[in-house]
């Protein structure tokens, strides 16, 4: 995977990202050891202060923009225009990873970028000027597609989020496998509707024989579904890496109902501990299933979700393994680095 230590030093390459998330900092980390990387943390910004970082960033890409090889955002919203507009002044080459919300549009949920007119215009116009769109999965390129138009197919390539293989796989001595989990992170009601994390409580209540477990919660959407919760759910906020491993190593079942998911790495993760999967159609998780792996149930249907969710508790402990194979074979994060570096490459090649 790689280029020489003589190419990684004589390159430099820009990385625009507005928060710290493991799948970012995953990316940005080889890039790093690809390119003489800088990086610019954008940060979530509110009215003027918005304004500054904007003004600030500005200043920060004219100083590091040129003689760069690649430029290289993560998401596309507000953070995203300038960077991809200053590149194309220099002639530098550029890439914006479609994360999902960018490329969503949900007004009955009010999530998405594109549900305001001006950040859908700032999504279209950092569309317009980037070089390369990276979609992480199919399911969020036809979704930039449909809002847009079909001209960002011709500079859309796919490449799906990364499961770590090296921390994400089955016990070594298989045991007994009992519950569910799901796993969302998640700070407000909005997001728990948008991750169907309501559905899931319901669809609960009616297997209390099984036990629940959703991590990842802040305490706004813990006391919201705490509400609603049956005494076989249980509702955690954020754990170490260690404690999740455990969990998805204990489980059965990891699963997510969202309404609106444009991959689901939370899932995939599971998926590479031995859990069997159940997941929502119309949202990017239905790739992570192809091949007869888990169970699919339709939105915000109790009944559906109710009956995939009994199904996959019931099946044989072969239909874990096999997910966990399907994410070995597609979806390891090293497959993921591997795309990325032959496509920063050969496009530094023509900046």
């Not at 070594?172 to 969302?184: F, K, L």
């Not at 792996?293 to 009994?310: C, K, M, N, R, Y």
Request: aromatic letters at 8%.
């Amino acid at each position: 995977m790689g280029r020489s230590a003589t190419d990684i030093k004589q390159d430099k390459a820009i990385f625009i990202k507005i928060t710290e998330l493991t799948f970012i900092d995953q990316d940005e980390r080889f890039l790093s050891g690809q390119f003489d990387l800088k990086s610019f943390r954008f940060g979530v910004r509110r009215g003027f202060r918005h304004v500054i970082k904007q003004v600030q960033m500005l200043f920060w890409l004219l100083l590091n923009v040129p003689g760069a090889a690649v430029l290289y955002v993560w998401f596309c919203d507000y953070h995203t225009l300038l960077p991809v507009l200053v590149a194309r002044l220099f002639g530098v080459k550029s890439v914006v990873v479609i994360g999902g919300y960018d490329a969503a549009y949900r007004p009955d949920l009010n999530y998405g970028a594109h549900v305001r007119w001006l950040r859908g215009k700032i999504v279209r116009w950092s569309c317009r000027l980037t070089d390369q769109l990276l979609p992480v999965s199919n399911h969020t390129e036809a979704s930039l597609a449909q809002i847009l138009g079909d001209w960002t197919l011709s500079r859309s390539n796919v490449i799906y989020n990364g499961v770590d293989l090296a921390i994400f796989s089955p016990p070594d001595e298989p045991g007994d496998r009992t519950g569910v989990i799901c796993v969302s992170t998640c700070n407000d009601i909005r997001t728990a509707k948008t991750k169907g994390l309501d559905v899931l409580v319901a669809a609960a209540a009616r297997l209390p024989d099984i036990s629940f477990r959703i991590v990842g919660l802040g305490e706004i959407a813990i006391e919201w579904l705490s509400a609603r919760a049956g005494s076989n759910m249980t509702l955690e906020g954020k754990v170490p890496q260690s404690a999740l491993l455990d969990y998805f190593r204990r489980a059965k079942v990891v699963c997510q109902v969202s309404r609106s998911e444009s991959f689901g790495l939370a899932l995939a993760e599971g998926m590479a501990c031995g859990c069997v999967p159940v997941a929502t159609r119309e949202t990017g998780m239905e790739e992570l299933l192809m091949d007869n792996i888990g169970f699919l149930a339709d939105q915000e249907d109790i009944d559906s979700i109710v009956d995939a969710l009994q199904r996959a508790n019931e099946a044989p402990d072969m239909q874990g393994s096999a997910a966990a194979q399907r994410i070995q074979d597609r979806f390891s994060l090293a497959s993921r680095l591997d795309q990325i570096d032959a496509l920063c490459t050969e496009l530094a090649t023509r900046s």
